[in-house]
């Protein structure tokens, strides 16, 4: 079994910047992807951002590229979403999840296990 603990989340004005982690315990697969996926209000999930085990190649949507940066800490089985010039469009749940694939999709259907999600608000 995996599980992942978001943290980081919370209220920032329009502008703002805010970082969220990710830690993975237990059996963890020996190469895997990491990812955040938002939830706003009443939509889908969306893919948010991801990285491959290595911490080499990285995927964006492109709502977030030049303001959100992901990394990953291997020996720590974490990774981080720096989020800077946050928008109230922001505004979700981010939830990080972990897919047993070589590159970070955007895909829901590759990932295999969530966290229970942190709230982001961005206030205008």
């Known amino acids: 079994q995996v599980q992942l603990v978001e943290s980081g989340g919370g209220l920032v004005q329009a502008g703002g910047s805010l970082r969220l982690s990710c830690v993975a315990s237990?059996?963890?697969?020996?190469?895997?992807?990491l990812g955040w996926f938002y939830q706003p209000p009443g939509m889908e999930r969306e893919f948010v951002a991801g990285i491959d085990y290595s911490g080499t190649h990285t995927n964006y949507v492109d709502s977030v590229k030049g303001r959100f940066t992901i990394s990953r800490d291997k020996g720590n089985n974490a990774i981080y979403l720096q989020m800077n010039s946050l928008k109230p469009e922001d505004t979700a749940v981010y939830y990080c999840?972990?897919?047993?694939?070589?590159?970070?999709?955007?895909?829901?259907?590759?990932?295999?296990?969530w966290g229970q999600g942190t709230q982001v608000t961005v206030s205008a």
């Open positions: 999840a972990l897919g047993n694939v070589f590159y970070p999709t955007q895909t829901a259907f590759d990932y295999s296990t």
């Open positions: 237990g059996r963890t697969p020996s190469i895997f992807v």
